[in-house]
T-cell receptor, first 115, second 112 residues
Framework: GAVVSQHPSWVICKSGTSVKIECRSL??????MFWYRQFPKQSLMLMAT?????????EQGVEKDKFLINHASLTLSTLTVTSAHPEDSSFYIC???????????FGSGTQLSVL | DQQVKQNSPSLSVQEGRISILNCDYT??????FLWYKKYPAEGPTFLIS?????DKNEDGRFTVFLNKSAKHLSLHIVPSQPGDSAVYFC???????????FGAGTRLTVKP
């Protein structure tokens, strides 16, 4: 089946630093990728939709200047958490679909801890 | 705004018995529903889906039932196996749109 690779799996950083998370579709081209965040005991919350070659579409309440998304190619999307703060500590996960209304394939997620 | 709700955070069943996981949604525009399974430290994996034109979809031990009038769906696993122990997420999206909303998940534990 389709594989989505997400790196790093976990990261610990100091407050104020920036963290980049990569999401790659390994065996298919994904014109659209999705970024989610999950706080403990809460649902996966869609943060933004990443479109190859164009600006990402952010969900209401998600700061686009803080969570920078770049979808530079059909197989790579990156999420950069800029000037991270402890409240940004969360589980971030990406997904991609081969087509519209198809099931999503998820990366393995990134646990971010900001000290 | 929690458009997809899984009101049971956990469920424990005996091996061989039926597991029933429930999910409710509020958005009448949702047309496509999926269940994902998630093991610790891994991303969710697709399990089974159903579109609104159906009220039942079956795949081996897994069956999803959709009640559109009640805005309710359920996942039945029978017989349950210890390897089914995981967190199960219900998800929904409008048709022809990958904008998917997830429930909070239900942790299923199947005891040997």
């Amino acid at each position: 089946g389709a594989v989505v690779s997400q790196h790093p799996s976990w990261v610990i950083c100091k407050s104020g630093t920036s963290v980049k998370i990569e999401c790659r579709s390994l065996d298919f081209q994904a014109t659209t990728m999705f970024w989610y965040r999950q706080f403990p005991k809460q649902s996966l919350m869609l943060m933004a939709t990443s479109n190859e070659g164009s600006k990402a579409t952010y969900e209401q309440g998600v700061e686009k200047d803080k969570f920078l998304i770049n979808h530079a190619s059909l197989t790579l999307s990156t999420l950069t958490v800029t000037s991270a703060h402890p409240e940004d500590s969360s589980f971030y996960i990406c997904s991609a679909a081969i087509g519209v209304n198809e099931k999503l394939f998820f990366g393995s997620g990134t646990q971010l801890s900001v000290l | 705004d929690q458009q997809v709700k899984q009101n049971s955070p956990s469920l424990s069943v005996q091996e061989g018995r039926i597991s029933i996981l429930n999910c409710d949604y509020t958005n009448s525009m949702f047309d496509y529903f999926l269940w994902y399974k998630k093991y610790p430290a891994e991303g969710p994996t697709f399990l089974i889906s159903i579109s609104s034109i159906k009220d039942k979809n079956e795949d081996g031990r897994f069956t999803v039932f959709l009640n559109k009038s009640a805005k309710h769906l359920s996942l039945h696993i029978v017989p349950s196996q210890p390897g089914d122990s995981a967190v199960y997420f219900c998800a929904a999206s409008p048709y022809n749109n990958n904008d998917m909303r997830f429930g909070a998940g239900t942790r299923l534990t199947v005891k040997p």
